[in-house]
């Protein structure tokens, strides 16, 4: 049981890490783009700070992988606390990305009104999706692992 908790915690970890790294090249590219698309200056705006955020996020579940990464090497950390930690971090990223979904909904309803508006809608709303997906894919692993947990421990 020790050797599948094992491969369902690197496989957990791995999906943090890919999330996390599809959030940053995401964010990346939302930065880049959107001060020159056309759109109101409030939603360039949202948009900015929000992707911003976004790379934060990124960032700091990357950091908090690596220091967990260095504890359960050093047996430091067990695959309880690790779960625990990983679901903060699914949670971390799931929050800063529904944030851009109000920003969605405001891009959304200026395309409706002006179709210039259009291009930075499908921006910010393909990456959302391609976040979502990474996350989704995270959660997943993230419980997948708990779910083993408990057998793990009564054996």
Request: proline share 2%.
């Amino acid at each position: 049981m020790a050797r599948s908790s094992n491969t369902l915690l690197r496989a957990a970890m791995t999906a943090v890490r890919d999330c996390a790294d599809t959030m940053e090249t995401q964010a990346a590219s939302l930065l880049e783009a959107m001060p020159t698309l056309p759109m109101h200056e409030g939603s360039r705006a949202s948009a900015l700070e929000l992707s911003a955020g976004l790379k934060d996020a990124a960032s700091r579940v990357m950091f908090e992988l690596a220091l967990l990464e260095t504890e359960l090497g050093e047996g430091k950390a067990e695959t309880a606390s690790a779960v625990q930690r990983l679901a903060g971090m699914d949670a971390l990223m799931m929050g800063a990305v529904a944030a851009m979904a109000d920003v969605a909904d405001e891009l959304e309803k200026a395309a409706e009104r002006d179709e210039t508006h259009e291009q930075s809608f499908v921006l910010v709303i393909e990456a959302t999706a391609a976040m979502l997906q990474g996350i989704e894919k995270a959660k997943a692993a993230t419980q997948a692992l708990d779910a083993t947990e408990p057998a793990a421990v009564n054996t």
